[in-house]
Structure formats: C-alpha cells, structure tokens
C-alpha cells in the first residue's frame, strides 16, 4: 500500500477503542520509518467546526514531503463513536485501512469510568449509567461505559462503508503479551516494509488513588460482564477464533 505522492491523502485510521491503548499503538508505529502518523489527536472528522475547514487545513498536520512509501496516519478514537465519522472518512478517502485496538470491554468501561471520575469527581457512577444506557448511547455521552465497550456497535457503523478486508483488529491483551509479533502483523497489513524494531512504550494506566476511591463493586462487573457476551461474540466472530483474554471476564 503505496502512497501516491502526487496527491496528498492520508492512509490509514486509528479509530477506537478509548481507553483501550490507541496512544500507545500510535507512539508505536511513529518509529517506523514509513510512517507519518501525526502525534496528537486532530478530530477533524468527528468535530463538524473542524471538518468546516477542509482539507487543505487538515493536511497541514502532516508531512507530505517525506518522500514515497510513506503512509500517513491519524489517531482518534472519537472518530469510533462519532455516527457521521465514517461517511466523512469514507468520502475523503474511499481506500482508507481503518485500525481498531480492543481491550476486555469490561476493564475498558471500568478504566472510562475511573477516567471519567480523575477529570471529574461528580461523574456519573457506572450504576447510574447503566440504568439509562441507551439514552446516554444516543447522545454519545462521556459517561456511555458501556456503549463505548459495545464494539459490535461501532465495527457496524464502519462496515457500512468499509470492507471487512480494510479493517484491522488488534487485541489489546496480546499486544501487550507480544508486542514484537503482534504489530508486526500490522505493519504486514499495512504494506509497510518489516525489521524496524518498533518498542512498546509505557502506558500510565491511571493512579491508583482514582480506583481506590471509587472501587467498583463485584455485581456492577457481573452485570457488565453479562452484557457485554454480545460483543464478545462479534469480536470472536469477526476475528474467527476466540480470545482468550478476555473470557476471564466474559
């Protein structure tokens, strides 16, 4: 998958999960040397006063000067959540490679929540969430923990415009677990030349402060665990193997 550097275009997506290791993925694959995967978070496909500016203010944030064989990327796992995201992507480029990174979508609504509760300690609990879930799911709701879990939900809104084949699922566990073997097959995927040694960085979690005020309690995780099996199926059923990972929870 080749660049054409005589019209700048950006590749490829990291588009979700939260929480679920999408900047360490990114500071990843910034050491490959073919790869210009901007730094930050850019949303300018999910925030419509940014997507208003254009391309060409879009572009900036890249180097397309860096020569052929580059691939040029963009990471925010917004763009996952956002229902008018995919059609956007899909009109600026139709040939994308959307990457997604899935954690054990329990301990991911468990890390949103404890997030949620670092920046604000008024946030909501994930009791009180969960008894208006679909309404937070509709207004796309920071304190939505389980919509931002049910990853069948969001694979479904990118399928409607991308192929399976131009979608790629990392499982956060086995990245963590094999680092090396695990992006490699991404890089694989990507076209991108293989024997760049590419380094995990260290990922803060959270401080451990966060969790013990606010534990959550042993029903809440059982309740979660029962409704996220659907999304534990999807994953399964759309990697076509089981993750064992996540069936501690599950």
């Known amino acids: 998958m080749i660049s054409d550097q005589t019209k700048p275009i950006v590749d490829f997506f990291i588009v979700g999960a939260m929480k679920s290791g999408t900047s360490s993925l990114r500071d990843m694959l910034r050491q490959h040397p073919n790869v210009d995967l901007y730094r930050g978070e850019i949303h300018y496909f999910d925030k419509l006063n940014l ?12 180097d397309f000067n860096c020569g052929p064989g580059v691939l040029h990327g963009d990471k925010s796992p917004s763009y996952s959540l956002d229902p008018d995201t995919p059609a956007r992507m899909y009109s600026y480029n139709p040939e994308a490679r959307i990457i997604w990174i899935f954690r054990d979508p329990v301990k991911r609504a468990v890390s949103n929540f404890h997030h949620a509760k670092k920046r604000n300690q008024d946030a909501m609990s994930i009791e009180e969430s969960l008894s208006q ?58 076209g991108l030349e293989a024997g760049t040694e590419l380094k995990l960085p260290h990922s803060n979690e959270g401080k451990p402060v966060i969790k013990r005020k606010f534990p959550v309690h042993e029903d809440t995780m059982k309740q979660l665990g029962d409704l996220l099996v659907p999304t534990l199926s999807a994953v ?8 064992e990972a996540w069936r501690k929870t599950l």
């Not at 997507?51 to 890249?62: A, L, N, P, Q, T």
């Not at 939900?153 to 695990?182: S, V």
């Not at 399964?236 to 993750?243: A, M, N, Q, S, T």
């Open 133 to 190: 879930a679909e309404e937070l799911a509709a207004k796309n709701s920071p304190a939505a923990y389980l919509y931002r879990s049910q990853y069948e939900r969001h694979l479904a809104a990118f399928t409607e415009y991308f192929p399976e084949d131009r979608q790629y699922i990392l499982i956060f566990e086995e990245l963590l677990a094999n680092p090396a073997a695990e992006v490699g097959k991404l890089v694989s995927w990507l």
């Open 236 to 243: 399964e059923g759309r990697l076509g193997r089981k993750v």
């Open 51 to 62: 997507f208003e500016k254009g391309g060409e203010w879009y572009h900036e944030h890249f």
